[in-house]
Every structure is written in C-alpha cells, then in structure tokens.
C-alpha cells in the first residue's frame, strides 16, 4: 500500500543537509580531541619515567659526589694548614735576620766608641783614615758570618714530609763552599798578627748539611737490567710491522705468557667488558678451537696480561686487580689505593682502561691514573707475595695519554691519537728520558698495545686486527 508523503521544501532540506553537516563536524572534532587527549596521557608517562631516572641518578651522584666533597674539604683544610706553617717560618726567619744585623751595627757602634779616645787634633785626622779602613773590614766579614748563619738556619727548618708509606726515604747530600765554618764548628785560623790590627781571615772549609726528602720507590734488587747503560735500554724505532690476525671484534686483549717463553698459547679476551677469555692453542690455531675460560669475576678494558701462567686484570666496578690462575682456576684480588677506578675517568680513554698491566725484562708493572692529581702512576708488582712493591709517579697527566707500554724500565706513553710516542719515563732511574718515534698512522681505535720480553715484539689491537712490530733498542746498533 503506497501512503503519500509531502515532499519538503527547498529551505527544509537546506535545514537537514546543515544538521547533518554539523553532526558530521562534530564526531570528527571528538575523535580528534581523543586522539591528541592519548598522546597527552603517554607523552606523561613518559616524563614520569624520565623524571624517576633522573631522580635516581641524583640520589646515586649525591652519594658518590658527598665522599668526594669531604676528602676535598681535608685536603684545602691541610693545605691551608701547610701555607700558615709556611709563612710561620718564613716570618721566623726574618725576625732572626733582623735581629742579627741589629746586633751587628750594635756591635760596631760599640767598638766604635770604645776607640775614639781623646788625642790630639794631628793623631786624629791619621787615625781617621785607618780606623775606616778596620770598619770596612769587618762589617764585610760579619755580613760573611750572618749569610752563612741564615743558611743553616734555612736548612735547619727543611720539613720532612711522609706522603706514602711505600715511598723510599734517603739522605741527599748538599755541598757549598764557604769561608767560614757551619754554626757550632770552628775553623782552624791562620797565624794572628800582632794586636791591634785585623787578623787574617780563616781558611776556607767546605760545610755540608743533610736534607732529608721523598724520593720515588725505585726497585733496588737483582731483577733490573742494571748493568745496561740507561741509554742502552732505549728504544730507537720499530721495524718491520705486519699483521698476526683479523680479530672480530673493535676491542679486545691478545696475550701469551710474558714469563714463559716456551708457551705457545695465546689467551683473547674480546670487548673491554666480559668474564671469558678464549684459549688457543698457538697463534696460527683455528678460531673454532679455542677453549672458553671464565675467569670468576667481570674484567674492565683492555689492559690485561698473561704473566707465569695467571691472568692479570681490572676488575670491573672497584679499586683491585684479579689474579685468575689458569691451572688451578684460582682467583686472588689486590686493592690498589688511590687509583681512580670509576666515573668514566680512564687511564687510556681511547681504550677504556682504567688499569693497565705491563711486563718487561725487569718484572710486571701496574699502570694507573692517581686520584691525587690524576697523573700517571706506576706499581711494581711483588708476584710471589701478589703485593705492590714500590710505586713512581711520572707527573704525566692522563689526560694526555692515548695508551702506553713498558720495555726494559722505560714506560712509553702515546699521544692521544695514538699515532706517536711523545713521553718517555725510566721506571728503575725515576726521571723522564727524551724519547719520541712514530708508532702507527692516526685513525681508528687503538684497544692493546703489549710488549713481549720473550721475543722483543710489540703487539696492538688496532682497528680489529692484531698486529706486531719488532722493536729496535739504540743497544742493537
């Protein structure tokens, strides 16, 4: 059944159409606001979660920076301390000087008076002259006497300061000429003239005073090559380089033992962070077959070293190096003070090393940045008691330091890029050397740089491959 219906209006349909067309805004603007109301909610959660991490990253700097600020208190408090003892003798000293030339010109005036006796007008105009010339003579001899009192006094107030109980303290002797004798001694005089005229000055002896002071723990024993000439023991230059490997990884320790020369297995320990090292058999051995070894604990950089059978390293998070005995599987650790060990400050940046092992000829030396001026420091480890045997501090500042190495007691620093050797320090004498060579072309990442005594080569793990270079000394020539 058909029902009619009116049709509508031009205008009632415009109504509708608009109605329509509003509702349709209307949806789209609500599903926009939902839209951008979610990216609201997750960008929130996002800054929550990110204000949680920094929340907790400041509590952890707080807690690491708080002993930091205390240790930097004490040491401006002792410094401030040492500069007030300072100016206290300084002031000491030159009251005492005063009070001295007082005493001289006393003295002087004294005399001077005492032979002033009333003659006549002829003997006083002959005598003038003389008695001038006798003032002259001795006020140049107490000036003599006073110079030589204030150096012994000088001498005599040298502090004697005791830094480190591994340092070694000895006498270093000083010697000057003089013409007088030290405070307290008295020199022979020649034959005195008739009296009342100068008598001659006595002869010249030599004083010699003993100042006591701090010098760097050098080894002193059987194990130095001290029988070579110091400048017998320098490296003249590297020859003939060549590749060992191709390596898979950017960073990485390569290693043989440095105390058994007739051990030809080769120890890999990849990446600067992990806890297994790799064992092959010989350096041309497959690279399917090695033998992993896990050394206990997580070692940090790549400054390991294979050294009578143990593995030495860093390790990771703390202030000790580990010794991991390969036959045994033994751990034993050694804290080392006042080497920095965390936030990022590395002995070598350019391989993240903190601690960095080095053999040689003369023993196995531990390389470190110092916490008290972040200059390069050396350890000489004592093996059989797994102790530090003496320390030396080079000055040299690890900032400046790219990687190093140590050959015959000299430790060899590289520049920053790692391309040359600028900075030379004898470990045995306790000064630097004035050494530089070339050692690689700038670029890429230097991991290791080892050096073996057994076969006098240098080894380094640059840009992932293994290579080695036969070192030249100026005693080859």
Same mark, same amino acid.
């Given at each position: ?195 009342? !005229? ?7 002896? #030599? ?97 390991? /070293? ?41 002995? !070598? !940046? ?21 916490? /008290? ?40 620093? #590289? ?63």
């Amino acid at each position: 059944m058909w029902i009619p219906t009116p049709s509508m209006s031009r205008a009632q349909r415009l109504v509708l159409y608009g109605s329509c067309a509003v509702a349709l805004l209307n949806a789209a603007g609500l599903l926009l606001l939902l839209a951008r109301q979610n990216q609201q909610r997750a960008s929130l959660e996002q800054a929550e979660a990110r204000l949680a991490e920094v929340e907790q990253s400041s509590v952890v700097e707080f807690l690491r920076e708080a002993p930091r600020g205390a240790a930097g208190l004490r040491a401006s408090r002792r410094e401030r301390d040492r500069d007030q003892d300072r100016d206290q003798d300084q002031y000491s000293r030159n009251k005492r000087s005063e009070e001295l030339d007082k005493e001289t010109q006393r003295g002087l005036h004294q005399e001077e008076v005492q032979q002033l006796h009333p003659q006549e007008a002829s003997q006083e105009v002959g005598e003038e002259a003389e008695k001038k010339t006798k003032m002259k003579h001795k006020l140049r001899h107490k000036n003599r006497v006073q110079e030589d009192v204030m150096t012994m006094m000088t001498y005599s107030m040298v502090p004697d300061h005791q830094e480190h109980q591994d340092h070694q303290v000895l006498p270093v002797t000083t010697a000057r000429r003089a013409s007088t004798g030290p405070p307290g001694s008295r020199a022979r005089r020649e034959r005195r003239d008739p009296p009342g !005229l100068l008598g001659k000055e006595g002869r010249k002896v #030599t004083m010699r005073s003993e100042v006591r002071g701090l010098l760097h723990g050098i080894p002193n024993d059987d194990t130095a090559p001290a029988k070579e000439r110091p400048a017998e023991r320098l490296i003249e230059s590297l020859i003939n380089a060549r590749n060992v490997s191709k390596m898979e990884t950017t960073f990485g320790t390569w290693m043989k033992d440095t105390a058994r020369p007739e051990d030809e297995r080769v120890w890999v320990a990849e990446h600067f962070s992990g806890r297994v090292v790799k064992e092959y058999a010989s350096a041309s051995s497959s690279p399917l077959s090695s033998v992993s070894v896990d050394v206990g604990r997580f070692f940090q950089g790549c400054g390991h /070293a294979v050294h009578n059978g143990s593995l030495y390293f860093h390790i990771a998070g703390s202030s000790s190096i580990g010794r991991f005995h390969f036959l045994s599987r033994k751990l034993r650790t050694l804290q080392v003070a006042g080497a920095r060990h965390h936030g990022l400050d590395y002995l !070598l !940046l350019n391989s993240k090393t903190y601690f960095k092992m080095a053999a040689d000829d003369s023993g196995l030396w531990l390389l470190f940045a110092s916490s /008290a001026d972040e200059s390069v420091t050396a350890a000489r480890l004592d093996t059989a008691s797994f102790s530090v045997a003496s320390y030396v501090n080079t000055t040299y500042p690890r900032t400046e330091a790219g990687n190093a190495f140590v050959a015959r007691g000299v430790l060899y620093v #590289t520049d920053t890029e790692d391309a040359r050797v600028t900075f030379a320090f004898d470990l045995l004498r306790g000064k630097p050397v004035n050494v530089t060579f070339d050692l690689r072309p700038p670029g890429g990442v230097l991991a290791m740089l080892s050096y073996s005594p057994k076969d006098r080569q240098l080894y380094a793990w640059d840009q992932g491959y293994v290579r080695l270079q036969v070192v030249h000394f100026l005693s080859d020539e």
